[in-house]
């Protein structure tokens, strides 16, 4: 995992007087009277208010502190989740379905309520992600969901299931949300994409590595049913990690143990530029508001909501869809493991590419593509011996469809500023997703076999509409930059916002050298005026530079320096 580099030492100076009327920041972490971002209030108890340099090597240094701790923990989690979630699809060929009788759409159900108990609870963790430590909240869910995995194994009907599944998605609902909050507290608008994927991919591993466990537990003499020995085995694990990371979480930049104060001053300095601030632990209800009137909101939801129906259809069918195909049990788990490899690709290389061309949008249209031609093939193509290579490559074609949703998380995280509304999108964007994975496993269903063409059908469709949903999102945001335009020149500002946010360290370092030459002409300009007893450009006057209002807990509407991106 590489390293970004920050050249922000041009961005060095003093931060400008607080606005008429308001209050002086309070020293250390608690809430002070103006509401302002806790970052606010660390730099004017430990920098006296002033920007520091911060040089290369020191943003080089910091960052890779922060991927060594922060980044293996997240990881970890997100990899254990995925493998919590598909022990339902694993243990689908290894008996489940017989031993505890499910007939109809039950099986589906039980893929669905997880994401429905999700749905149930993203208004509350908007509030509890606001006002709770983010590390500790985070890590008690993860234990809760461990043991309720662990329970699993104790159910013999589809009520026992249902409840336990119910539960774990409770308790797995904050995993997701709690991570893109992290994301954006700890890196760069830059790094925030590619870091995104790194969590998200480990869906990838989890088809990869989690195939293979469950092959090998499969093979487990027990009195234990294997689905059961899956269920114990992999809740076990997850309850042991969530007091790892309770150990070594830290709740906040300006908290991190790992980190001295000098250090401390640079991870919050490398933040700046983003202009969506690190954490306040204040509720605002006028974020609330915003983010409800707010279209990009609905966007997001929209973008989401499309993705999750696939998404959750083929992670609940998948290994049932490769079985119709004419393979064993363990054949078909272990044909699932090119599919998690495929999704690894596209999610760590659609983010990359994201990060190169400095868009989304176009990338997420592209990722369309592979998925909508996987499903014409397994449309089409007949159920028969002579056709498993071919529709192996149509399901593994499917597979690139992962790669969008940590685009649109990244996407929609990277265009929304203030603590609360922050949180308060980031429900609604998992609401979209959580709705979407309810109805998904619905549109297949076992009397659907071998062909699923409803489930198919309607995941095509979804996938054109997401490629209009871009254009169209597209279109806002570039509206919405050209709307700050005019503020900024209404008060007296430049029109153009140099935001460096998505920035090479190369391409800032060549910004901050043009900037350096402009300065200079622009110093000879005003000596020269000044002889001619021109005062009105006087050497002395103060110029506002970006990033001033960062850390006030503004929200991107707000901020009328705030640079949305596409």
């Not at 979209?432 to 469709?461: C, E």
């Not at 350096?516 to 530079?545: F, I, K, L, M, T």
Request: hydrophobic share 45%.
């Amino acid at each position: 995992m590489g390293t970004d580099n920050m050249a922000s030492a041009a961005e060095v100076e003093h931060s400008p007087p607080l606005p008429a009327g308001s209050s002086q920041p309070q020293p250390g972490g608690g809430k002070d009277a103006d509401g302002r971002d806790i970052a606010a209030r660390f730099l004017a108890k430990n920098a006296s208010g002033q920007r520091i340099t911060v040089t290369p090597e020191d943003s080089a240094r910091v960052l890779r502190r922060i991927d060594t701790v922060i980044l293996p923990i997240m990881l970890t989690v997100y990899f254990l989740q995925g493998l919590d979630k598909a022990t339902l699809a694993y243990s689908s060929v290894f008996g489940l379905l017989d031993d505890t009788k499910l007939v109809g759409d039950q099986y589906s159900w039980l893929g669905s309520i997880v994401y429905l108990a999700q749905l149930v609870m993203q208004p509350p963790l908007a509030w509890l992600l606001v006002r709770l430590p983010i590390a500790k909240f985070t890590s008690a869910m993860v234990l809760f969901w461990g043991v309720s995995l662990s329970c699993m194994a104790a159910s013999h009907s589809f009520g026992g299931l249902l409840t336990t599944r119910f539960f774990l998605g409770v308790f797995e609902a904050s995993v997701a949300p709690s991570f893109v909050a992290i994301t954006q507290m700890w890196w760069r608008r830059r790094e925030q994409t590619v870091r995104t994927s790194y969590w998200y991919a480990m869906n990838g591993i989890t088809n990869m590595f989690g195939s293979l466990i469950t092959y090998g537990l499969g093979h487990i003499s027990s009195k234990l049913h294997s689905y059961q020995i899956i269920f114990i085995f992999f809740g076990l694990i997850t309850i042991a990690f969530s007091f790892v990371m309770l150990a070594f979480m830290p709740d906040s930049p300006v908290e991190a143990k790992f980190l001295n104060d000098h250090d401390k001053l640079i991870a919050v300095e490398r933040l700046r530029m983003n202009q969506m601030g690190v954490i306040s632990r204040e509720w605002r209800n006028d974020h609330l508001k915003e983010t409800l009137l707010d279209p990009k909101s609905w966007f997001w939801f929209a973008l989401l909501f499309s993705i999750s129906i696939p998404s959750g259809g083929i992670s609940t069918f998948g290994p049932l869809i490769v079985k119709t195909f004419g393979f064993d049990q363990f054949q078909t788990i272990l044909f699932n493991i090119p599919f998690g490899f495929v999704q690894l690709v596209a999610t760590v290389g659609g983010a990359f590419i994201a990060q190169k061309i400095k868009m989304k949008g176009p990338v997420i249209a592209v990722l369309c593509l592979p998925p909508i031609a996987g499903c014409v093939m397994l449309m089409v193509l007949p159920r028969d011996a002579s056709e498993r290579a071919a529709l192996l490559v149509g399901y593994y074609l499917i597979s690139v469809y992962p790669g969008i949703t940590p685009l649109i998380y990244s996407w929609a995280s990277q265009n929304t500023a203030g603590d609360t509304k922050r949180k308060c999108t980031n429900a609604v964007l998992f609401i979209g997703q959580s709705i979407g994975n309810v109805v998904g496993p619905l549109l297949y269903t076992q009397a659907d076999a071998p062909s699923y063409s409803r489930g198919l059908r309607s995941n095509l469709a979804l996938y054109i509409a997401i490629m209009v949903l871009v254009v169209v999102t597209t279109a806002h945001l570039k509206m919405l930059n050209k709307n700050h335009a005019k503020r900024r020149v209404a008060m007296g500002k430049s029109a153009v916002i140099i935001d460096t946010s998505l920035d090479s360290p190369e391409e800032i370092a060549a910004a901050a050298t043009t900037t350096a030459q402009q300065s200079q002409q622009n110093d000879g300009q005003n000596a020269r005026n000044a002889e001619e007893g021109d005062a009105s450009a006087s050497p002395g006057d103060d110029v506002e530079r970006p990033g001033d209002r960062a850390f006030e807990n503004l929200t991107d509407l707000q901020n009328e320096e705030f640079v949305f991106v596409f």
